[in-house]
């Protein structure tokens, strides 16, 4: 009884038909001492090697190789008639994963430098309201506008200063335990917003101190 298993169509002059390792030889073979199996081995032809790609950001500049080459693609025959299958489907998924998740951060930056405006914008700004009653006896005794708004401007921007070195002191030990080393890296993005949190809460401290003894002179 004869079984059809499938179709062989010809491509290039030899007649090459790819089949499992198991097959044509051996598995178990090759998993011997290579001292002991080498003889065995003479007498078989391999036309199929397993490798690894040891700079996977070169994966690319790979695929333009062999497509250079002439090496033979799923539904092209080239003039090299071996086909080359990379296994980077879970690289590709992991790259795209990551480009999405850039794209989303892109995207949430402008929000993100406005809550820190608004942030440090109206914590200052709070922080100096609550203060109100000792900002009118400075003017009721007779201190000048000028003396109050540098008096309490100034305390504002240590508390601001020592607040965020305190912070980023505290990311970079947390940082630092994380990746076993003595201190962890900050970023230039967490500067800018730590810098823009700085600036702005500056920006309120003045508008607020400058509106509470204004009223407080009246």
């Given amino acids: 009884d004869l079984v059809v298993v499938g ?9 090459a038909i790819y089949a499992p390792l198991g097959a044509y030889i051996d ?28 700079d996977a950001e070169r994966l690319e500049e790979f695929r333009e190789y062999l497509f250079d080459a002439g090496y033979s693609e799923v539904r092209g025959i080239g003039p ?10 879970i690289f590709n998924n992991t790259v795209n994963t990551l480009k999405q998740q850039i794209r989303y951060i892109n995207v949430l930056y402008p929000f993100l430098y406005l809550m820190v405006m608004v942030i440090g914008v109206v914590v ?14 400075m003017r009721g005794l007779g201190a000048r506008r000028g003396r109050v708004f540098l008096t309490f401007f100034f305390e504002q921007a240590v508390l ?12 970079a030990a947390v940082m630092g335990v994380q990746t076993g080393m003595l201190v962890g890296s900050v970023s230039v ?3 800018w917003l730590v810098g823009g949190f700085v600036l702005f809460f500056f920006i309120g401290s003045a508008v607020a101190v ?9």
């Fill in 189 to 191: 993005l967490q500067l």
């Fill in 124 to 137: 200052s700004y709070l922080l100096v309201v609550i203060r109100r009653s000792e900002i009118a006896i």
């Fill in 210 to 218: 400058s509106k509470v003894g204004r009223k407080a002179g009246e």
């Fill in 80 to 89: 090299v008639r071996f086909f080359v299958v990379m296994e980077d489907r």
């Fill in 160 to 171: 601001c200063v020592v607040g965020c070195v305190i912070g980023l002191a505290g990311w």
């Fill in 7 to 15: 179709a062989f169509e010809k491509q290039g002059l030899k007649d």
């Fill in 27 to 54: 598995a178990e073979l090759l998993a011997g001492e290579p001292s002991e199996v080498r003889e065995q081995l003479f007498g078989f032809k391999f036309q199929s090697a397993v490798f690894t790609v040891a």
